[in-house]
């Protein structure tokens, strides 16, 4: 069965420092998600990508956020400067016509 | 008002018993509904997928959608140890334009079932 492939499965970081988390997408999916998950809290949506441009953004998605998907295959979360309150499980998925399929996530713990 | 709202439990069942999930919502644009299941520090995976109301089932999973009262339902027959997780209602309105279907989450629901 296909499947969303994230990577690393946990990443320790300093406070203030740049972050990138990398996602596999199924291959002939169209659209593109991030969300994230604070613990002991709901799954949020981040952003949506869609023909190589963001489509939608929360409020969570701030300029220290950016998305890229720099070649046929990968999606990458980029946290330019990070913050305590940043640590969450983050979800890339992706979508064909309408089932939506999740990676496993990357635990993001900053310190 | 919370745009989904989700009792999130928990709930304890014993095995073998029939398990009822519940959801409600306010959007009254919401015409997609799914339930995924999420297991401790893993990424969701999708269970069921319903377009508007009605009913649909998949071996020991029946989700039931009812739009008139914003409200949708996954019940689990014969419940078993391997049920134990974290239940999440999801749903969009995939109108497109505006929304390139971004899923709204409950706050999910922790079921165990006991041996």
């Known amino acids: 069965e296909p499947e969303v492939t994230q990577t690393p499965s946990h990443q320790v970081t300093q406070m203030g420092q740049e972050v990138i988390l990398r996602c596999v997408p199924i291959s002939n999916h169209l659209y593109f998600y991030w969300y994230r998950q604070i613990l002991g809290q709901k799954v949020e949506f981040l952003v949506s990508f869609y023909n190589n441009e963001i489509s939608e953004k929360s409020e969570i998605f701030d300029d220290q956020f950016s998305v890229e998907r720099p070649d046929g295959s990968n999606f990458t979360l980029k946290i330019r400067s990070t913050k305590l309150e940043d640590s969450a499980m983050y979800f890339c998925a992706s979508k064909a016509a309408y089932g939506y399929t999740f990676g496993s996530g990357t635990r993001l713990t900053v310190v | 008002q919370k745009e989904v709202e989700q009792d999130p439990g928990p709930l304890s069942v014993p095995e073998g018993a029939i398990v009822s999930l519940n959801c409600t919502y306010s959007?009254?644009?919401?015409?997609?509904f799914m339930w995924y299941r999420q297991y401790s520090r893993k990424g969701p995976e999708l269970l069921m997928y319903?377009?508007?109301?009605g009913n649909k089932e998949d071996g020991r999973f029946t989700a039931q959608v009812d739009k008139s009262s914003k409200y949708i339902s996954l019940f689990i027959r014969d419940s078993q140890p391997s049920d134990s997780a974290t239940y999440l209602c999801a749903m969009t309105d995939l109108a497109g334009g505006t929304s390139y279907g971004k899923l709204t989450f409950g706050q999910g629901t922790i079921l165990t079932v006991h041996p």
């Open positions: 959007n009254s644009a919401f015409q997609y």
């Open positions: 319903t377009y508007s109301s």
